[in-house]
């Protein structure tokens, strides 16, 4: 059973910055695949970038390649979203997941795939 705690998110400005984390203990860190969502309100949540386990491979949505950049250390057990030249439409609530892998290069972008959740950490962004 992994646990799944997020942090670092905030109200910035447009153009603003902000560092997601992702602490995860319970498990062996290094055999999970990880992925970013969010949920803004009113609509459904919504994949945002994932990573394979070993960190080597990820996958962005569209409409957040250039400005955000996922990481992941594993000796650390933590996942980074690190999110630049944010706008007011990445205003939602994001969330971590974990799902474990067999195949290290793998990478997750139905939310259905995955079997852990964080609680989610707020980011607003004001125009």
């Known amino acids: 059973q992994v646990q799944l705690v997020e942090s670092g998110g905030g109200l910035v400005q447009a153009g603003g910055s902000l560092r997601l984390s992702c602490a995860a203990s319970?498990?062996?860190?290094?055999?999970?695949?990880m992925g970013w969502f969010r949920q803004a309100p009113g609509k459904e949540r919504e994949f945002v970038v994932a990573?394979?386990?070993?960190?080597?491979?990820?996958y962005y949505r569209d409409s957040v390649k250039g400005r955000f950049t996922i990481s992941r250390d594993n000796a650390k057990n933590t996942v980074y979203l690190q999110m630049n030249s944010l706008k007011p439409e990445d205003t939602a609530v994001y969330y971590c997941a974990a799902k474990r892998v067999y195949i290290s290069g793998s990478v997750y972008q139905g939310d259905n795939s995955y079997n852990f959740w964080g609680q989610g950490t707020q980011v607003t962004v004001s125009s």
């Open positions: 990573i394979s386990a070993s960190g080597g491979v990820t």
């Open positions: 319970g498990g062996t860190f290094s055999a999970y695949a």
